[in-house]
């Protein structure tokens, strides 16, 4: 286990007496210049190791451990000064220039929309901005800058010599690429700037915390392979050996295989609010091993982490302290038995949170808010669609005494104390539900309806539950999608309902529901329907504000897309997709990859220039149109996170189709199962 050490080996440094520093290499001698007990607001060196940490902080958007960080300013109008601003005092660049470096015979410093168009964008900025960071595991020292910002191989070999030389670890300063467009940058570097990749600083760690918090729980060993058939406890605590695509509500997650940090389960891990961390050969660990099928406590900080054996009382006791805030659920309007085009379902003369206050408890939420989308208008396309109420799905549970074989499972000990149980019981019901008649009079509403509406079209029967799509719970990944097709055989019709239906007693959305204290009685299931897309050119996901900035001063959309079918949050692993940050704002609408998808040929990427446009346009108006919802809040991060396609279904050339919009108020995306 690595804990919290800012003492650094002596073949970087020699270490003096009284704060003084000599470099090993150079023989100049380097002192301290912030006093002992004062927190200065910048510095113009950085002497010694108190220096450093007098003025760092933990960066706002690190995706690797153990760092601290200063924000560094280089004046380029005053003779490229440089100056190492607190980074606590001040968050953001902005900030510190605005302060610091406006008027007094200095040009004035713009507000900050300007200044950020100007100082990343610009050819004659004003100022190079950037960071120093240390990274504590692989000790390695880094100056980094944006992700998006375009300064030139000049602007920043001029910026790393003028770091190097203000530094007492100069000689071991390296340059960090941030993304692929710095990393372009990088390769023009001259040779007297050292340059080291982000799978380079990996290598030189073994403990990697993504989500950090604490949880107590039963620490189980299991294979990600055999999540397929055996299940786990949302009071357990597993160490996985490799990243799995998805996993059930738990207390915490090791993994022995490092993970992005926009991994499925990481995004899992965040909407659950649970510990989760990498940890090399996590399998052998002695320490975990010694306490596998314990109870323990797991907390996951920044620079290290901490487990430890606890009797069941003290779990049980930290459960009850610590367990989610009961979700609570819109009642079910059992009254309402139309199936209505998706156009009529929202009253929005009532205004938008007040429609789809009524709406929900009929429709569910991704009905509800389908409906919202339509009414946007052309900036936002949508596919043809109708909604089936929650009204038939109780009809049909009543129907078949479902109600009262639920009721009895839900009271059985068994059920409730072995996950296993609980697991083949679900699955007994699930059987039961997809064998089940289906009312007379509703088989012959619903094939009316798509004979007169949607003739010759396979269909899409889509789950819309009073249970997600919420402010505080979105539920993604948890219920079904099924095709049918009353021409086809092969898909037919009522299976297509009937399977949809029986997924609210899916397991993980049985474990995620008990999690967050819902009560399963209160659960019930609308349909959205609308064209299947058999063969789309593109499908993908995306948040309509930057989740890699939640403090709002860099607005972008994330964007997730993939050729095809293809799972863009769910990928086989030796799959990758097109993941960037679309500047939508930004002069020239910049994009910023994270990632390329493997299925297209290299150079190439998922969508075209104008697809790219379309969406973005189409984020704006979405993320505009909800915001006096999910938005009121300036203090929060708030986005909406888009299900889209591009397909050729009624045009030469694919075009966008946003399938769907929920809020979202952290890290996280869509789930494109549903």
């Not at 450093?52 to 960080?69: C, H, T, V």
């Not at 990393?183 to 990697?208: C, H, M, N, R, W």
């Not at 005494?401 to 019901?429: C, P, T, W, Y």
């Not at 108020?665 to 199962?673: L, P």
Request: hydrophobic share 40%; glycine share 6%.
């Amino acid at each position: 286990m690595k804990t919290k050490n800012y003492l650094f080996s002596l073949r970087h440094y020699c270490i003096a007496l009284f704060f003084s520093i000599v470099s090993c290499d150079s023989g100049e001698t380097w002192e301290c210049v912030v006093e002992q007990g004062v927190t200065p607001k910048f510095a113009r060196r950085i002497g010694c190791e108190s220096d450093f940490f007098a003025l760092s902080s933990q960066p706002l958007d690190a995706s690797i451990p153990g760092a601290a960080s200063i924000k560094t300013v280089i004046d380029r109008s005053d003779g490229n000064k440089l100056y190492f601003q607190n980074s606590s005092l001040y968050q953001i660049h902005w900030n510190f220039a605005r302060e610091h470096l406006s008027g007094n015979d200095k040009p004035i410093v713009p507000e900050l929309a300007d200044f950020n168009l100007t100082e990343y964008y610009s050819s004659d900025r004003r100022f190079v901005l950037g960071a120093v960071t240390y990274y504590e595991e692989p000790g390695v020292w880094a100056y980094e800058i944006a992700p998006y910002d375009t300064a030139d191989a000049e602007m920043v070999a001029s910026a790393y010599g003028e770091i190097a030389d203000s530094v007492y670890f100069g000689e071991d300063l390296y340059f960090h690429p941030t993304s692929q467009m710095v990393a372009d940058i990088a390769d023009e570097l001259p040779d007297s700037v050292k340059v080291i990749t982000t799978d380079e600083l990996y290598k030189g760690i073994d403990y990697q915390p993504l989500n950090l918090g604490k949880s107590c729980g039963k620490l189980r060993f299991i294979s990600a392979a055999a999540l397929e058939t055996e299940y786990v406890d949302f009071r357990e605590i597993v160490v996985l050996d490799n990243v799995p695509n998805d996993i059930s509500v738990v207390m915490g997650i090791i993994t022995e295989e490092f993970q992005t940090p926009l991994s499925h389960v990481n995004v899992l891990s965040q909407n659950r609010g649970t510990p989760n961390m990498g940890l090399r050969e996590a399998y052998k660990n002695a320490k975990l091993r010694a306490l596998e099928g314990e109870w323990v406590c797991l907390e996951v900080r920044a620079f290290d982490y901490s487990i430890d054996g606890v009797t069941k009382e003290e779990a049980d006791d930290w459960w009850e302290l610590h367990k989610p805030e009961e979700v609570q659920i819109p009642e079910l309007d059992l009254t309402v038995s139309d199936l209505r085009d998706i156009e009529d379902v929202l009253d929005l003369e009532l205004g938008l949170k007040e429609a789809l206050a009524i709406a929900i408890p009929a429709f569910g939420g991704k009905a509800s808010h389908f409906s919202a989308l339509t009414a946007i208008g052309e900036k936002v396309p949508t596919p043809k669609a109708f909604a089936i109420p929650v009204y038939y799905y109780w009809q049909f549970m009543e129907q078949n005494g479902f109600h009262e074989q639920i009721a009895e499972m839900l009271e059985d000990e068994e059920f409730k104390n072995d996950a296993n149980v609980r697991s083949l019981r679900l699955q007994r019901l699930r059987d039961d539900m997809r064998s089940a008649p289906v009312d007379p009079e509703f088989q012959e509403a619903l094939l009316d309806k798509i004979e007169k509406d949607y003739l010759g079209i396979r269909m899409r029967f889509r789950s819309s539950t009073n249970s997600e799509d919420l402010g505080g719970f979105t539920g993604a990944g948890l219920y079904t999608s099924q095709s049918g097709d009353p021409n086809d055989e092969d898909f037919p019709v009522f299976d297509a309902v009937r399977e949809v239906w029986s997924s609210v007693w899916n397991f993980r959305a049985f474990e995620e529901r008990t999690y967050r204290s819902i009560d399963h009685h209160k659960v019930g299931m609308a349909l959205l329907v609308h064209n299947s897309f058999v063969d789309e050119e593109a499908n993908g996901v995306a948040l309509t504000s930057n989740p890699f900035d939640t403090s709002g001063m860099v607005p972008g959309f994330y964007i997730n897309v993939q050729v095809g079918e293809a799972s863009v949050v769910q990928p086989s692993p030796e799959i990758t997709t097109d993941q960037f940050v679309y500047q939508f704002d930004m002069p020239n609408h910049p994009i910023l990859f994270i990632a390329h998808s493997n299925l297209i040929p290299e150079g190439k990427t998922v969508l075209t220039n104008k697809q790219t446009y379309d969406l973005g346009v189409a984020l704006k108006e979405i993320h505009k149109f909800f915001s006096p919802v999910y938005g009121r809040d300036s203090n929060q991060w708030y986005a909406m996170d888009v299900e889209f396609k591009f397909d050729d279904l009624s045009s030469e050339t694919p075009v966008l189709y946003v399938k769907q919009a929920r809020p979202h108020f952290g890290w996280g995306q869509a789930d494109d199962t549903n």
